[in-house]
């Protein structure tokens, strides 16, 4: 697979990154399109046991996301400048703490958020678990999934 190939699958799977994120985009299954676009042009078997994980994660997610409350962060008040607070803590508690911090990133992200927004201590925790409630668990469900799924691709693609 050439260079220009890969960079194109990286822009699909960073545009399903952020589509997680944006209300109306299917984040999740453009990244899961651009594994397979990857595994349809790569002949390599790792390219489709990547795939099959892809798969599974992605399966399992959908399961674990049907259980929890429905999406209603608008309603809930949280903004763009929230999600975009929220994935970017996750992304950060990712990279800087290696797959599990993707989970306090994205709490801290929303905290950051709301206690720049409110100024108090108390009513940004109150605002951080409305925000979770209102479907926020949901969001962090989704992302951590595309999280996984691109890590997989990316380590494959360098390492593999």
Same mark, same amino acid.
């Given at each position: 697979?050439?260079?220009?190939?890969?960079?194109?699958?990286?822009?699909?799977?960073?545009?399903?990154?952020?589509?997680? #994120?944006?209300?109306?985009?299917?984040?999740?299954?453009?990244?899961?399109?651009? !594994?397979?676009?990857?595994?349809?042009?790569?002949?390599?078997? !790792?390219?489709?046991?990547?795939?099959?994980?892809?798969?599974?994660?992605?399966?399992?997610?959908?399961?674990?996301?049907?259980?929890?409350?429905?999406?209603?962060?608008?309603?809930?008040?949280?903004?763009?400048?929230?999600?975009?607070?929220?994935?970017?803590?996750?992304?950060?508690?990712?990279?800087?703490?290696?797959?599990?911090?993707?989970?306090?990133?994205?709490?801290?992200?929303?905290?950051?958020?709301?206690? #720049?927004?409110?100024?108090?201590?108390?009513?940004?925790?109150?605002?951080?678990?409305?925000?979770?409630?209102?479907?926020?668990?949901?969001?962090?469900?989704?992302?951590?999934?595309?999280?996984?799924?691109?890590?997989?691709?990316?380590?494959? !693609?360098?390492?593999?």
């Amino acid at each position: 697979m050439g260079a220009w190939d890969l960079l194109l699958v990286g822009l699909v799977i960073l545009l399903g990154l952020c589509g997680v #994120l944006l209300p109306g985009v299917p984040g999740s299954w453009l990244v899961w399109a651009g !594994v397979l676009w990857w595994a349809l042009k790569d002949p390599r078997p !790792v390219a489709w046991w990547v795939l099959v994980g892809a798969t599974a994660v992605l399966f399992l997610s959908q399961a674990v996301r049907w259980a929890l409350p429905p999406r209603r962060l608008r309603a809930g008040g949280a903004g763009g400048r929230l999600t975009a607070y929220a994935g970017c803590g996750s992304f950060l508690g990712f990279v800087l703490l290696p797959v599990l911090g993707a989970i306090p990133g994205f709490l801290a992200g929303i905290y950051l958020c709301e206690r #720049l927004r409110l100024g108090r201590r108390g009513e940004a925790v109150a605002a951080l678990r409305t925000a979770m409630r209102s479907g926020g668990w949901s969001v962090l469900t989704e992302l951590f999934t595309c999280q996984l799924i691109t890590a997989a691709w990316l380590g494959t !693609v360098l390492w593999g």
